[in-house]
Nanobody, 127 residues
Framework: QAQLVESGGGLVQAGGSPRLSCAGS????????MGWFRQAPGKDREFVAV????????YYTDSVKGRFTISRDNTKDTVYLQLTTLTPEDTGVYYC????????????????????WGQGTQVTVSS
């Protein structure tokens, strides 16, 4: 079945720059908008970034603009999220998701906009 698997998380020092990966399998995600969300302890899951199917358009939540970069390699059915200048406030479980149906206008920022989800990868930023 369709599956998204995140990797690349872990314990990182403040200011660090890990790269998260999200690999798709079971179906092609190459025509989907792909997004990243995160959930901090005790908080709701929040939108982080999204990339169009071609990679030509991206959108970020304000708190990560200039620090995070979303990209994709459709030949590998993989989406990336490069994190930089991390602070403890970036700690959380990071999820990738696929918007296959494209029911909403660009940019899709709601959880309900997405049809497939990964299991998440924990990023913990130490000060």
């Amino acid at each position: 079945q369709a599956q998204l698997v995140e990797s690349g998380g872990g314990l990182v020092q403040a200011g660090g720059s890990p790269r998260l990966s999200c690999a798709g399998s079971g179906r092609t995600f190459r025509r989907d908008r792909m997004g990243w969300f995160r959930q901090a302890p005790g908080k709701d899951r929040e939108f982080v970034a999204v990339i169009s199917w071609s990679g030509g358009s991206t959108y970020y939540t304000d708190s990560v603009k200039g620090r995070f970069t979303i990209s994709r390699d459709n030949t590998k059915d993989t989406v990336y999220l490069q994190l930089t200048t991390l602070t403890p406030e970036d700690t959380g479980v990071y999820y990738c998701a696929a918007d296959a149906a494209m029911r909403s206008n660009w940019p899709p920022r709601r959880i309900d906009d997405y049809d497939y989800w990964g299991q998440g990868t924990q990023v913990t930023v130490s000060s």
